[in-house]
C-alpha cells in the first residue's frame, strides 16, 4: 500500500512551491522585475521595513483601526440584534430594511466619511463598523431565531425579568451565531480597515501600500501585502480558534449561515 | 450455475500505526438466479463484504468473480441498494429523472428507458410518483425508488446492504414481499445482507452466516420453505420457526466468538 | 386584510425612515446634508442625462465580466482541486493566505501590470472574487455525499454525468454561498478600483463630487450605489433559489 505524506508537509511543499516560483519566475525574466521582483527581493525590502519606526506604527494603527471597528460592530449588533430579535414585532417590521441596506456596498460610504472627517481614522471606522455591523446583526438575529419556543414559554410563565430572560434563554442560544458573527466580521473588518487606509489615507499599513507604490517602492510594496496576508491569516485562524474553544462546551449543532 | 464467486477473501484495514483485519477468510458461491442472504452479528464485516463484491472496495487478497470475471471496479450488470435511501437518491432529480440516469449512461434510446423507467416504477407502486422529488416521498417510497432504479438497470446481480434496517416495520414487511416478488417475476440474482435473522429467514432459498470479525463463514442454512411466501403463513410455519432457531443459535454462537471449525 | 399586514410589515419602516430623513432635513442649510428633496430632485439630472451610458453601465459592465470569469475559474479549479485530495493539502495553506490577503490591496499591485485601463479593473475583480468561489467549490465538492458518490460508481457513471450529475449538483449550495461573498467583494472591488484610478464609472464620478464639494450628487451617488448593490443581491437571490429549487426548504 502506499501511503500518502501528512498533509502539513504536502501544505509545507505547497508554500515552497509558490516561494520557488515567486523567486524563478522575475529571474529567468518569465515577468518583468519592476513589475514582480524576486521572492528575496521581498524578503529584504520586508527586513528592511521592519527597522523602521514608521513600519510598526502603521502596524499598530492598522491593528487598533481593525479592533476598535470590530468592537463597536460588535456591540451594536449584538445589543441591536438581541433587542429585534427578542421582540417579535420589531423582527417583523425591520426586516425588509435590514435586507434593503445590508447588500449596499459600505465603500459607497467613502466619499461621505471623506467628506466628514477627512483623512482622519473616523473615516475608515465608520466604513469598517457599518460593513461589520451587518455581519454580527444577521447571526445573532439568526441566533435568536433559534431559541426553543418551550424554553421560552417556560421562562415567560416562570415570569423571569426580561433581564434574566436574556441571560438564561436568549444568550445562550445565540452564543454560536454570535462567535459565528465575530469569525466572519473579524475578516470583513479587516477588509475594509486596509480598504479605507489605501483609498482614504488614514494612518496604517494600507497607506503605506499606496505609499510604496506612489513612489516606486515595488518589493516594499510587495513585503507589505504579505505582511496584510499574514494578518489575515492570524485573524482567521485566531477567529476559528476562538470559535471553537468558546463553544466545546456547547451542545447545539450548529449551521453556518451564510450571510 | 455459479455466478457470483468469492474465494478466500481477506480485508485488511490500514489505520494509523495499527492495522484491523476486518475479514479473514471469506469463500461463497452464489448460484445464477439465487436470493441469497447473508447474516451475522453486528459489526460483522457485512458490509466489508458487500462493498468488495460490488467492486467498491479492494480487498487485500482473496478474489470476487462475477460470472467468471474478477471483479476489479464495480462491473457492468450488477445494481446496489444501500440501507441510507436518504442518501443514494440524488436529492436534485426527480424520481423518474433518478431512475433514468443510469440507463442514459449505459446508452439506452429514449424509448427503451421510458419504458423500462415506467415498469420498474409500477412494479413499487410508484407510478403515480415519477415527477416528486425524493424528499417529498416518505422512507420507505424512498427505498422503493432505490430498488426502482435497480431493477430498470436490470442487472444479472441485485446487491442489497441492509436496505430496509430504517424503515418502520409495517413498510419493512410490504418492501420484503415486493424484493420476493421481484426476484420470482425478473429472474435475478439476489445477495442480500441483513442482521434481522427472520428477514433472512423469510427471503431466502439460503441463508449464509458470518462468525463475528474477523469474518468468516459460520455456516451455509438452505431455507426449505415453500417457494410462495406471505407474512402471516409462512412466518408461522414450524420450519420457520425452527430454521429461525437454528439461525438464531449459530448467531449467539458467533457472538461468543466461535470460529468454524478449520 | 392580511394583504394589507404584509404591506405595512414590508414598506412600513423604510418608508418611515424616508420620512424621518426628508422632514430632518427639510431645511437643513448643513451642507453636509443637504435636504433630501434636492438630493431627490437631483437625481434624475445627475445620472440620466449621459452619466448613465458613460458611467454607470461601464462600471457595471466590468464588474459582470469580472464576476463572470471569476465565477468560471473558481468553479473549475475548484472542481479540479477538490476532486484530488493531494493537490488539495498541497494548495489548502496556500490558498488560506490568498484568501486572507484583503483584495483591495491587489489594486495597487495589478497596476502594476496592467495599468489603469479596463483590463485592470476586470483583473482587480477576478483576483478578488475568485477566493471565496474557490474555496467554496472546494469544500463543497469534498463534501458530496460517500454514499451518493458509492451509488454512482456503482451505476457506472461516466465522468461527464458525475461532473454533472453529481459533482456540481452536490457542491452547489456551497458554491452559491461561495459566489454570493464573491458577489460582495465584486462590488467593493469595482467602486475601489474607480476611486483609485480611473477616468470614468460610478466610483470615479461619486469621488469627483465629493471633491468638487457637489454634495447633493454624491449623495445620489451613494444612493445609487446602494440600489445597484441591493439590486444584484436580489437578482442573484432570484437565481440562487431557481438553482436549489429542489432542496426541502
Same mark, same amino acid.
Given at each position: ?7 502539513? /508537509? ?223 491569516? /492570524? ?25 | ?262 | ?48 442625462? %449621459? ?9 457595471? %459592465? ?5 464576476? %463572470? ?12 482541486? %477538490? ?10 495553506? *496556500? ?11 491587489? *489594486?495597487? *499591485? ?56 453529481? *459533482? ?82
Amino acid at each position: 500500500m502506499r501511503r500518502t505524506p501528512p498533509p502539513w /508537509a504536502l501544505g509545507g511543499l505547497g508554500l515552497a512551491g509558490l516561494v520557488l516560483v515567486l523567486e524563478a519566475t522575475p529571474r529567468v525574466g518569465l515577468v518583468d522585475r519592476r513589475y514582480l521582483p524576486p521572492f528575496s527581493a521581498m524578503v529584504e525590502a520586508l527586513a528592511g521595513q521592519a527597522g523602521t519606526a514608521e513600519f510598526w506604527r502603521s502596524l499598530l494603527e492598522t491593528l487598533r483601526g481593525w479592533a476598535l471597528g470590530l468592537g463597536i460592530a460588535m456591540v451594536a449588533g449584538v445589543v441591536l440584534g438581541l433587542v429585534i430579535g427578542g421582540v417579535p414585532v420589531a423582527r417583523t417590521a425591520t426586516t425588509s430594511t435590514i435586507e434593503f441596506l445590508r447588500p449596499i456596498p459600505s465603500v459607497a460610504l467613502i466619499p461621505l466619511a471623506v467628506l466628514l472627517f477627512g483623512t482622519d481614522l473616523r473615516s475608515t471606522l465608520l466604513i469598517v463598523v457599518y460593513a461589520t455591523f451587518w455581519q454580527v446583526l444577521v447571526q445573532v438575529l439568526y441566533g435568536v431565531r433559534d431559541v426553543d419556543p418551550v424554553a421560552r414559554e417556560t421562562a415567560r410563565s416562570y415570569r423571569f425579568r426580561p433581564l434574566t430572560q436574556v441571560r438564561t434563554v436568549l444568550w445562550p442560544t445565540a452564543l454560536p451565531y454570535v462567535l459565528t458573527g465575530f469569525r466572519l466580521g473579524a475578516a470583513v473588518a479587516l477588509i475594509l480597515e486596509i480598504t479605507g487606509e489605501l483609498v482614504i489615507g488614514s494612518p496604517g499599513l494600507g497607506r503605506q501600500i499606496a505609499e510604496a507604490q506612489n513612489s516606486g517602492a515595488v518589493p516594499a510594496m510587495y513585503a507589505l501585502v504579505i505582511v496584510v496576508g499574514l494578518i489575515g491569516v /492570524a485573524v482567521n485562524a485566531a477567529a476559528r480558534a476562538t470559535e471553537r474553544r468558546a463553544l466545546r462546551w456547547h451542545p447545539s449543532i450548529r449551521r453556518e449561515i451564510p450571510a | 450455475m455459479t455466478l457470483l464467486d468469492v474465494r478466500h477473501l481477506r480485508k485488511v484495514y490500514q489505520g494509523r500505526g495499527r492495522d484491523v483485519e476486518a475479514v479473514r477468510d471469506l469463500t461463497l458461491a452464489v448460484g445464477a438466479g439465487e436470493l441469497v442472504c447473508v447474516v451475522g452479528p453486528s459489526g460483522a464485516g457485512k458490509t466489508t463484504l458487500l462493498r468488495c463484491v460490488a467492486g467498491l472496495l479492494e480487498g487485500t487478497s482473496g478474489e470476487v468473480r462475477l460470472d467468471g470475471r474478477p471483479v476489479v471496479g464495480p462491473p457492468p450488470g450488477m445494481a446496489v441498494v444501500f440501507q441510507e435511501y436518504g442518501r443514494s437518491l440524488f436529492p436534485w432529480l426527480t424520481v423518474r429523472q433518478n431512475v433514468e440516469l443510469p440507463l442514459k449512461e449505459k446508452g439506452l434510446g429514449k424509448e427503451d428507458r421510458r419504458r423500462l423507467v415506467d415498469e420498474a416504477l409500477a412494479a413499487v407502486g410508484l407510478a403515480g410518483d415519477a415527477d416528486a422529488h425524493p424528499w417529498q416521498l416518505s422512507g420507505g417510497m424512498q427505498q422503493r425508488v432505490a430498488i426502482a432504479r435497480a431493477v430498470a438497470y436490470e442487472p444479472s446481480v441485485m446487491l442489497m446492504d441492509e436496505p430496509f434496517a430504517a424503515v418502520d416495520a409495517q413498510t419493512r414487511a410490504d418492501l420484503e414481499d415486493l424484493v420476493r416478488s421481484l426476484w420470482k417475476r425478473l429472474g435475478m440474482t439476489v445477495l442480500f445482507v441483513t442482521h434481522d435473522i427472520d428477514e433472512s429467514v423469510y427471503l431466502a432459498e439460503r441463508v449464509i452466516v458470518l462468525s463475528n470479525s474477523p469474518t468468516e463463514v459460520l455456516e451455509e442454512v438452505a431455507v426449505d420453505l415453500p417457494a410462495t411466501r406471505d407474512q402471516l403463513t409462512t412466518r408461522s410455519l414450524p420450519r420457520f420457526a425452527e430454521l429461525r432457531a437454528h439461525v438464531y443459535k449459530l448467531i449467539q454462537q458467533a457472538k461468543n466468538g466461535q470460529r468454524p471449525v478449520a | 386584510m392580511n394583504a394589507l399586514r404584509k404591506g405595512v410589515q414590508l414598506l412600513g419602516l423604510p418608508v418611515l425612515l424616508i420620512a424621518l430623513w426628508w422632514v430632518a432635513t427639510v431645511n437643513s442649510d448643513n451642507f453636509f446634508w443637504p435636504p433630501l428633496s434636492e438630493i431627490a430632485g437631483t437625481f434624475r439630472e445627475t445620472w440620466f442625462t %449621459g452619466r448613465f451610458t458613460a458611467d454607470v453601465l461601464p462600471s457595471v %459592465g466590468r464588474l459582470l465580466a469580472g464576476y %463572470g470569469l471569476a465565477l468560471v475559474l473558481g468553479v473549475g479549479l475548484g472542481v479540479a482541486i %477538490g476532486s484530488l485530495p493531494v493537490l488539495r493539502a498541497v494548495l489548502e495553506p *496556500v490558498l488560506e493566505f490568498f484568501r486572507a490577503i484583503p483584495p483591495p490591496v491587489l *489594486v495597487p *499591485v495589478l497596476m502594476l501590470f496592467a495599468g489603469i485601463g479596463t483590463t485592470m479593473k476586470i483583473l482587480v475583480i477576478v483576483s478578488g472574487c475568485v477566493w471565496p468561489i474557490l474555496l467554496n467549490t472546494v469544500e463543497g465538492v469534498r463534501a458530496v455525499d460517500e454514499v451518493l458518490r458509492d451509488t454512482a460508481r456503482c451505476y457506472r457513471l461516466g465522468r461527464r454525468a458525475r461532473l454533472l450529475r453529481l *459533482v456540481l449538483p452536490g457542491a452547489s449550495p456551497q458554491i452559491c454561498a461561495g459566489a454570493r461573498q464573491g458577489l460582495s467583494v465584486g462590488i467593493i472591488l469595482m467602486v475601489i478600483s474607480e476611486m483609485f484610478a480611473a477616468g470614468n464609472g460610478l466610483g470615479f464620478t461619486v469621488v469627483q463630487f465629493q471633491r468638487t464639494f457637489a454634495v447633493p450628487q454624491m449623495w445620489t451617488g451613494i444612493i445609487l450605489l446602494g440600489l445597484i448593490g441591493v439590486l444584484l443581491s436580489l437578482i442573484f437571490r432570484v437565481a440562487e433559489a431557481r438553482l436549489l429549487s429542489w432542496r426541502n426548504e
